[in-house]
């Protein structure tokens, strides 16, 4: 196995232009703040970019935790890539993923200054510096899963020339992870509650909205029960495929939770005076 390290300081641009490289380079895989990623899509590891703080950010970047190295190993042996981009701040920090990992030393590091101009570094400098946002190599309904209720916003890059037909439009995903400086923000339940009901309100044939549940789970994703009262002589399972199909669409839309499930029970019928 081939190892091979892209060095750049932080926001200038290393993951927005990884997947290019690893297409001019034929590289199967890369590493990347945590996250080990093949064919544009995250196939292990959990993102130093979810971590409170900077130094916990740190730590997940470096697979300090014994779990998340063994996570990682596992998941680099299943995918067995012939070669590994490694992304780090420095050389330095690139050596000891590698070291930490129990992968080769790496044969070649990549300045980021060799693959990109001034401008663009410049250009990811200020983005960093004013939104505090970050970008993932990997679509956004892959990097959902863990950054669900996170702000994300699908990036796309297309690319004459020479590039790897693999990396021709591939999808990145921009991010503000909880340790920027603008600090964190909070979706309360009674958000979500509120959503739903003026989803079903307005759906028509509704007479009540009776209970509203919500449980956000890091994995499975957010999941809404709703129990509802209807309208006399309103198609019930219409309806209620109706608002289950609403709800779980403006939900995913105003929040950007990864759905899990949204579960529509008709407790009653309102009868006509």
Known sequence: MKIIGLSGKSGTGKSYNAMELC?????????????????????????AK?????VGAVKTALFMDDEHKKNMQETIRRANPKNILILGTSDDMI????????????????QIDDITTREERLRAHKLRSESGTHVIPAPTFQVKR??????????????????????LGAEKTLVRPTYSYLGEYIISDKVIADIVQHV??????V????????????????????????????????????????VYETVALMTNFNMGAVDVEIRSVKQPR
Do not use: C
């Open 23 to 47: 297409g001019r380079l034929n590289i199967d895989a890369m590493i990347d703040d945590g996250l080990f990623i093949a064919e544009n899509r995250i196939l292990g590891g959990v993102s």
């Open 50 to 54: 979810k971590e409170p703080t900077k």
């Open 95 to 110: 050596r000891k993923i590698a070291a930490r990992l129990e992968l080769p030393a790496p044969s070649r590091i990549i």
């Open 146 to 167: 863990q950054f669900s209720g996170y702000f994300l916003n699908p990036l796309k890059r297309f690319r004459q020339g020479n590039a790897n037909i693999r990396t």
């Open 200 to 205: 079903a309100r307005n759906a028509g044939g």
């Open 207 to 246: 007479a009540g909205v009776i209970w509203v549940s919500s449980n956000n789970d890091a994995e499975a994703g957010l999941f809404v029960r709703i129990i509802l009262q209807l309208s006399h002589g309103v198609q019930i399972r219409k309806i209620a495929a109706v608002i289950q199909r609403e």
